[in-house]
């Protein structure tokens, strides 16, 4: 089992570019989610989904979309990038069961810098 | 809303000696969660609480919940420099939610 893993691991792009960041699980989870993580902001949740080819916003949503086509996949997108969305983006999945959360597993993150 | 406050933020201690980390919400909950996350790293699920009393020991590390007081804490034991972490704690909304929410994070130092 890999677990949940996250394409790319490093990225850099130039303010406007666009780019997908890919998080896949093997463990059939049923919510997966997207985070972003700064220096002395903790985790914030970006976009979330419940199951395959839902999506639902989270606490920063502005300048991101998402999809959710296939259960194991879960696609977070930058149409426009801005260098405020330079940060490390943490993706993690949980098996949802019945309304419950149970705890959620991290893919390694991507860092992002945009210049 | 729920939010979770941890604190002390950041923590600096000597091998060998004792302390405790505070995770405090503002809502009935009884799951907590604890993670603790390396620098560069990923997040790595350490504990998880599912109800009030509940207490779980690894190591040097034990947690616990009272969901009357809306507190967990993280107590490290006799702290080695291995265990120089950022720890988070993270709140599930009491009769399940679809998110949690998380603390900011205690960035722990164990100095020789």
């Known amino acids: 089992n890999a677990g949940v893993t996250q394409t790319p691991k490093f990225r850099v792009l130039k303010t406007g570019q666009s780019m997908t960041l890919l998080c896949a699980q093997d463990?059939?989870?049923?919510?997966m989610y997207w985070y972003r993580q700064d220096p002395g902001m903790g985790l914030r949740l970006i976009h979330y989904?419940?199951?395959?080819?839902?999506?639902a916003k989270g606490e920063v949503p502005d300048g991101y979309n998402v999809s959710r086509l296939k259960k194991q996949n879960f696609l977070l997108g930058l149409e426009s990038a801005a260098p405020s969305q330079t940060s490390v983006y943490f993706c993690?999945?949980?098996?949802?069961?019945?309304?419950?959360?149970?705890?959620?597993?991290f893919g390694p993150g991507t860092r992002l810098t945009v210049t | 809303e729920l939010k979770v406050e941890q604190n002390p933020l950041f923590l600096s201690m000597q091998e060998g000696k004792n302390y405790t980390i505070y995770c405090n919400y503002s809502?009935?909950?009884?799951?907590l969660y604890w993670y603790r996350q390396d620098p560069g790293k990923s997040l790595e699920s350490l504990f998880v609480?599912?109800?009030?009393?509940a207490v779980k020991q690894e190591g040097r590390l034990m947690a616990s919940l009272d969901t009357k007081a809306r507190l967990s804490t993280l107590h490290i034991t006799a702290a080695v420099h291995d265990l120089s972490a950022t720890y988070f704690c993270?709140?599930?909304?009491?009769?399940?939610?679809?998110?949690?929410?998380f603390g900011k994070g205690t960035k722990l130092t164990v100095n020789p």
């Open positions: 609480l599912l109800s009030n009393g």
């Open positions: 809502t009935t909950s009884d799951r």
């Open positions: 989904s419940v199951g395959e080819g839902t999506t």
């Open positions: 993690a999945s949980s098996p949802g069961t019945g309304g419950w959360i149970h705890e959620q597993y």
């Open positions: 463990m059939n989870h049923e919510y």
């Open positions: 993270a709140v599930d909304k009491k009769g399940g939610s679809e998110k949690l929410v």
